[in-house]
Every structure is written in C-alpha cells, then in structure tokens.
C-alpha cells in the first residue's frame, strides 16, 4: 500500500509538471489523473500515520517521559522539515517549479504528525476517532480561514513567521487542519486491523455520505469534484466532503489489499521494495521533476501520447529502482538516516 501510495504521488506530479497540450478540465485523461491525484495525498498520509502511530506505539508503550519523547521526536521532526525544504529547493518556482523555498508542505505535516504522535498513541481507539471526526468538520468552522480565495502560487509561498504558521496549520497545501485527519486514520486502521467489521462499518457510512454529495452536486447543478473552485470536494483547500470521501476509499483500497494479501498471493511482492523507500522515492521524484521543469518552461507542451509515456515512465521506473537499491545499496536512503538518528537519540 505504501509503494501504490507513493507512485501515484508521482504520477500525478509528473502529470502536473508535462501537462498534455490540448486537454481541458472534462477530458477523460484529465479526469483519470485528477482521481489518482485526489487519492494519492490521503493515501499517502494515512500510510504515513500508521507508520507513525506502530513506532509511537512500540517506542511509549512501557516508556513515557519527555526524555524518551524529545528522542523519539525531533530526529523526525528535523529530518522532515529539512526534506520538506529540500523539496521546495528541487522544485523551486524560480526554475519553473511549483514551490517557494519556504513552503510548508506534506512533509511538514508528517513532521506534526510525529510531534504528536507519542501523545495521540497514548489515547483509545474511540477517542481518536472522535478527534478524526472533529478534524473532518473543520472545514465548515475554519470557512474564509482555509484561504478558499487563494491561488496555487499564494498558497506555497509565505511573507514572515505569521503567514508561515498559517499555511501550515490552516491554509497551505497540506495544513494540520484538517489533513491531520488522515494521519488519525492511520492510526485508527493500525488498531482496528483484527476487527474488519468495524472498518466496514465506517466503509459503509462512507459510502452512504458519498452517495449523499452525488445527489447534492447533482441537485444544484454544481461540479462533484474540482481540484479548486466551486464543487462538492475541492483539494485546496480541503472541503469536508473531500476529506470523508477520500477516507472512505482509502479504507476500501486496504480491505481489498487485505483481502488479496491474505490470499497468500506474492504477485505484488514487487512493490515491496518501493514500499520500503517512500520518502526518498518522494524526493529523489522531485529532483527529476526540477531538471524537467527547468527543460520545459518556456517550451510548447507535448502531445497526449508522449505526455502520457513520459508520465507512466517515471511513475513505473520507481519500482526497479527500488529493487536495485534494495539489492545493492540498502543502507543509503532517507529512511535509514532516520533510522540511525533516532538509535543515536536513545
């Protein structure tokens, strides 16, 4: 689940980068790369959030003191936040990118996630789902707060401490509100593992909302889906109907995944090696994407055929890469920088 999460974060980075010439909002092709990008990001935080919540979980269960916290945390914390700017550096606006240098992003939000994570671990299974429920809501309560006004270029970018602080916690790409939500998911998914009706139960009421945000979008005549603007669910920001649907189908994606994995079937035993090298596949992609955005700007964009080869291309290189640095260079990768930063916290 964590390899298919991080490969469709690039594919739809890459789609945003070598945009096809001539494809419009309603086109099928721009339809297909919109979903996967509205699935990506949820399903990757959520992963992220349970990944964080199990070493939370491991780390606390006998041992909480804020000695043991500050060691657990700001390793995380650091390396996070300086991959988050790495990031913005790799995909600067200043050479055709999409960021400024200073932008919080999904990554900061991990690093909050995991500043957090040793408190939320210590609370029970209902009681996160209740917080998971409030973080939903707070699109309704932040309303003008979440920046709905705010195009792409102002939402990365950030004049001073203040605004910095606002894009993070409330309308940046990926604020705390409500995009902790997912990360609470995550967790609820770690802990409701051996009790699949409950997880159905949520799938079920998911469904249920969405098919309810259908009937409405169609009532008044308004778009279901839209990355921005006037629709149902919109990305940026996050509307409260976006983040129920995308929690619903990311709960769907692990109970098929669960089903076809206790089948004792090893025919995606392929990805596993991605699924072990998410944030340096999440980074590396963007080094690719900063020399692509660099040869693209100011050059005509491709057509569908060489757009969507190039885009499937990178999205699907990933997955060898994986396997030849797992072969031969297990030992180099963000993953165990953070591994060894936190063994010499202890």
Request: with cysteine.
């Amino acid at each position: 689940m964590k390899a298919i999460a991080v490969l469709c974060m690039v594919e739809v980075h890459t789609a945003a980068i070598i945009p096809p010439e001539g494809i419009s909002v309603g086109h099928p092709a721009a339809f297909v790369a919109a979903a996967f990008g509205g699935m990506a990001a949820p399903l990757f935080v959520t992963l992220s959030g349970w990944g964080i919540h199990r070493g939370a979980q491991r780390r606390f269960a006998d041992n909480f003191n804020n000695s043991a916290w500050i060691d657990w945390v700001l390793p995380r914390v650091i390396l996070l936040t300086m991959c988050q700017f790495l990031v913005n550096i790799l995909l600067n606006v200043e050479r055709g990118g999409r960021f400024e240098w200073q932008t919080p992003g999904v990554l900061t939000l991990l690093a909050i996630a995991a500043l957090l994570a040793p408190l939320l671990s210590r609370f029970s299974t209902a009681n996160r789902g209740i917080m998971m429920t409030l973080l939903m809501v707070t699109p309704l309560v932040l309303g003008g707060l979440a920046g709905p006004e705010l195009g792409w270029f102002e939402r990365v970018d950030s004049i001073g401490l203040v605004e910095w602080l606002e894009r993070l916690i409330l309308n940046g790409t990926y604020p705390v509100l409500p995009w902790l939500a997912f990360v609470l998911l995550g967790s609820l998914i770690s802990d409701l593992e051996n009790t699949p009706k409950q997880r159905d139960s949520m799938i079920a009421l998911g469904f249920a909302i969405t098919t309810g945000t259908i009937a409405y979008s169609a009532y008044n005549n308004m778009d279901w889906a839209l990355t921005e603007g006037d629709a149902v669910l919109t990305f940026f920001p996050a509307t409260m109907a976006f983040i129920i649907v995308a929690s619903t189908f990311v709960l769907l994606a692990e109970k098929l995944l669960s089903a076809y994995s206790s089948t004792g079937s090893e025919k995606l035993s392929f990805l596993e090696p991605a699924g072990k090298l998410t944030l340096t596949i999440y980074i590396s992609h963007f080094a690719v994407l900063g020399i692509a955005a660099m040869y693209m700007e100011g050059e005509p964009r491709l057509e569908l055929i060489p757009a969507f080869l190039v885009t499937i291309g990178h999205t699907l290189i990933w997955i060898p890469l994986a396997m030849l640095h797992q072969k031969y260079i297990p030992e180099i990768s963000f993953e165990n920088l953070l591994r060894r930063k936190s063994q010499s916290a202890r």
